[in-house]
Every structure is written in structure tokens, then in C-alpha cells.
């Protein structure tokens, strides 16, 4: 159980750190085609 935890949270964590650094390289095309 406390296993399956571990891994569920890292997998979130995982997810919202990959879309935190999706969403940096968009600003920084939008930036850039400006």
C-alpha cells in the first residue's frame, strides 16, 4: 500500500513538473515570435 502511494505521488509529480516545463518552452516561443 504505502508502495503504491510512493509511486502514484511521484507519477503526479512527474506529470505536473513535464507540464510546468511544456508551458515554459510555449512562453518562450511566444516570446520569441514577438
Do not use: R
Not at 502511494?5 to 514577438?34: G, M, P, R, V, W
Amino acid at each position: 500500500m504505502m508502495f503504491e502511494q510512493a509511486t502514484s505521488s511521484s507519477l503526479i509529480f512527474a506529470f505536473f513538473f513535464h507540464n510546468s516545463l511544456s508551458q515554459e518552452k510555449e512562453h518562450n516561443n511566444i516570446t520569441d515570435n514577438k
